[in-house]
């Protein structure tokens, strides 16, 4: 089984800046994309940012310019830089993995961390 655990997350004044990371541990033998959800109170979860097994990127237009993802292969991460955060980035912010696992025969399969809280507010 796969593993994600977020941390990073906190309160942050309008402006300010956070950095997150998700660790993946487990029976990990490959990680494909990598990437950042989040889901505010009452809308639905949207990808912020994505990373491809290629490094290539994809993020949200609301965040572009931004957050910036990246990943530490040697240590199974993802990190999300949130820069000039503003209230409306106020959401639970989860890691998600596409990764071959324990299963067998081998597949990708989807994995969720639990998600850590990001309040802008001043």
């Known amino acids: 089984q796969v593993q994600l655990v977020e941390s990073g997350g906190g309160l942050v004044q309008p402006g300010g800046s956070l950095r997150l990371s998700c660790a993946a541990s487990g029976t990990i033998f490959r990680i494909n994309a990598m990437g950042w959800y989040r889901q505010a109170p009452g809308k639905q979860r949207e990808l912020v940012a994505g990373i491809t097994g290629g490094g290539s990127i994809n993020y949200a237009d609301s965040v572009k310019g931004r957050f910036t993802i990246s990943r530490d292969n040697a240590k199974n991460t993802v990190y999300l830089q949130m820069n000039s955060l503003k209230p409306e980035d106020t959401a639970v912010y989860a890691c998600?993995?596409?990764?071959?696992?324990?299963?067998?025969?081998?597949?990708?399969?989807?994995?969720w961390g639990n998600g850590t809280l990001v309040t802008v507010s001043s």
């Open positions: 998600n993995v596409e990764a071959y696992g324990s299963s067998w025969p081998p597949r990708a399969l989807i994995y």
